[in-house]
């Protein structure tokens, strides 16, 4: 029997203003900065379903990176 996976979906253009903001340039630096691989971070950003675990992984870096108000 097949287990159920729970997937999720960015706003990838969102997602590109805000690593972008903090300073991470491309999606191969953000793979990077995440720990996955760039393909990865492409499905993400152009809308396909990830999972939970890789919105929480890149929310935090670009959190982490953010500057401090």
Not at 8 to 34: H, P
Not at 36 to 62: C, M
Request: net charge positive; proline share 6%.
């Amino acid at each position: 029997m097949r287990e159920a996976r729970a997937v999720s979906l960015l706003d990838g253009g969102r997602v590109r203003e805000e690593f972008r903001r903090v300073g991470i340039k491309r999606q191969v630096d953000l793979a990077a900065e995440v720990g996955v691989r760039p393909e990865e971070i492409s499905r993400a950003l152009n809308g396909e379903p990830i999972s939970p675990d890789l919105i929480f992984r890149i929310a935090i870096t670009i959190a982490l990176k953010a500057p401090v108000r």
